[in-house]
C-alpha cells in the first residue's frame, strides 16, 4: 500500500504568490520523520525541511514550512513568496521508526510545480 | 567539499550486458542508500547498507547486486536479470541516527539500455 500520498501531479503558481503542495502518509508507528526534498530538472535531490513526529511545533526553513497536522496524516508544503528557481519537482518522504527498512525514507510520486512570471 | 559522487552520470548498455554504477562518499557517513526513479513513480528503493559488509534488499531488488567492502563505497551492478533496467538511478548517504537522519544524494545516473 502506497505510505505517502501526494494527489498533485501538477501545480502552477504565479511568482512572488505563496502555495501549498499536498502530502498525506498512512503509518501506526507513533515515531515517524516526514521530509520533502526538491529535484531540480538536473535530477539532484535537495533536502528542504523536516518534521519529527513529535514535534510540536511547525517545521519552517526560510520560506519554507510545513503544515503539519498529525490527526488527518498530513504534511503539506507551504512555499512563500515563490521564485522561479522553485519550478521542480517535490517529493514528501516519510521514515518510520519501526521501519524494516533501517533508516530509508519511503518517497511519494511528487509533484511538478511550476512558478510563472 | 564533502558529497556523494556518482559516475557514470549517463551510460547506455545493450540487452543482456551487467553494468555497474559506482557511488562514493566523503561524508563519514555509516549507512547508504540505493534508489531507482522512474517518470510519475517517484522514488523506489533497492538495496540499503548501514554498516560495512553489510547490506540488505529493498523494495525492488530483484535483477540488481550491491557491495559494501569499503565505508566510502556502494556500488550498485545492474545485471541482465533486470528486466526493465532504464532508469535513473539516484544513491544517498545518511548517518545512522534517529530522528532528523537526512539522507544526502548524488547527482544520478542515467541508464538506458539499447
Known amino acids: 500500500a502506497q505510505k505517502i500520498t501526494q494527489t498533485q501531479p501538477g501545480m502552477f503558481v504565479q511568482e512572488k504568490e505563496a502555495v501549498t503542495l499536498d502530502c498525506t502518509y498512512d503509518?501506526?508507528?507513533?515515531?515517524?520523520?516526514l521530509f520533502w526534498y526538491k529535484q531540480p530538472s538536473s535530477g539532484e535531490m535537495i533536502f528542504l525541511i523536516y518534521?519529527?513526529?513529535?514535534?510540536?511545533q511547525n517545521a519552517t526553513e526560510g520560506r519554507y514550512s510545513l503544515n503539519f497536522q498529525k490527526a488527518r496524516k498530513s504534511a503539506n508544503l507551504v512555499i512563500s513568496a515563490s521564485q522561479l528557481g522553485d519550478s521542480a519537482m517535490y517529493f514528501c518522504?516519510?521514515?518510520?521508526?519501526?521501519?524494516?527498512?533501517?533508516?530509508?525514507?519511503?518517497f511519494g510520486k511528487g509533484t511538478s510545480l511550476l512558478v510563472t512570471p | 567539499d564533502g558529497g556523494i559522487t556518482q559516475s557514470p552520470k549517463y551510460l547506455f548498455r545493450k540487452e543482456g550486458q551487467n553494468v555497474t554504477l559506482s557511488c562514493e562518499q566523503n561524508?563519514?557517513?555509516?549507512?547508504m542508500y540505493w534508489y531507482r526513479q522512474d517518470p510519475g513513480q517517484g522514488l523506489r528503493l533497492i538495496y540499503y547498507?548501514?554498516?560495512?559488509?553489510?547490506?540488505q534488499k529493498g523494495d525492488i531488488a530483484e535483477g540488481y547486486s550491491v557491495s559494501r567492502e569499503k565505508k566510502e563505497s556502494f556500488p550498485l551492478t545492474v545485471t541482465s536479470a533486470q528486466k526493465n533496467p532504464t532508469a535513473f538511478y539516484l544513491c544517498?548517504?545518511?548517518?545512522?541516527?534517529?530522528?532528523?537522519?537526512?539522507?544526502?544524494f548524488g547527482a544520478g545516473s542515467r541508464l538506458t539500455v539499447l
Open positions: 544517498a548517504s545518511s548517518p545512522q541516527v534517529s530522528g532528523a537522519n537526512v539522507l544526502t
Open positions: 503509518t501506526s508507528d507513533p515515531s515517524y520523520g
Open positions: 518534521q519529527g513526529s513529535y514535534d510540536q
Open positions: 518522504a516519510m521514515r518510520e521508526g519501526l521501519s524494516n527498512s533501517g533508516y530509508a525514507l519511503n
Open positions: 561524508l563519514n557517513h555509516d549507512a
Open positions: 547498507s548501514q554498516i560495512v559488509n553489510d547490506f
